[in-house]
Nanobody, 127 residues
Framework: QMQLVESGGGLAQAGDSLRLSCTASGRIFSSYVMGWFRQAPGKEREFVATVSRVGDSTITADTVKGRCTISRDNAKNTVYLQMNALKPEDTAVYYC????????????????????WGQGTQVTVSS
């Protein structure tokens, strides 16, 4: 079992920046592709970004492209989501997730392909 704990969420104003962190334990972190997803009230969960096991490949959703960057530090068992130029529509609970992957450069955008999920961290952006 892998445990994932997100942090870094909070209240922000439009245009601000936040960096979300997700620290893993219980499994070999570098064996997993990592992703960030979010869910706004009344909406379905949506993909935000994913990073490969070794960090050489990423995909970012069009809704946040150019404003959000995903990265990971395998030595610290941590994945990050740097969010810039925040908008009110970024308000959501943000979840990190870990998925099995054999390939070092594999990335995954489908939430069903992730085996472990954190509890989420709330991000609220006011206009």
């Amino acid at each position: 079992q892998m445990q994932l704990v997100e942090s870094g969420g909070g209240l922000a104003q439009a245009g601000d920046s936040l960096r979300l962190s997700c620290t893993a334990s219980g499994r070999i972190f570098s064996s997993y592709v990592m992703g960030w997803f979010r869910q706004a009230p009344g909406k379905e969960r949506e993909f935000v970004a994913t990073v490969s096991r070794v960090g050489d490949s990423t995909i970012t959703a069009d809704t946040v492209k150019g404003r959000c960057t995903i990265s990971r530090d395998n030595a610290k068992n941590t994945v990050y989501l740097q969010m810039n130029a925040l908008k009110p529509e970024d308000t959501a609970v943000y979840y990190c997730a870990a998925g099995h992957a054999f390939g070092y450069s594999t990335v995954r955008v489908n939430g069903r392909e992730y085996a472990y999920w954190g509890q989420g961290t709330q991000v609220t952006v006011s206009s």
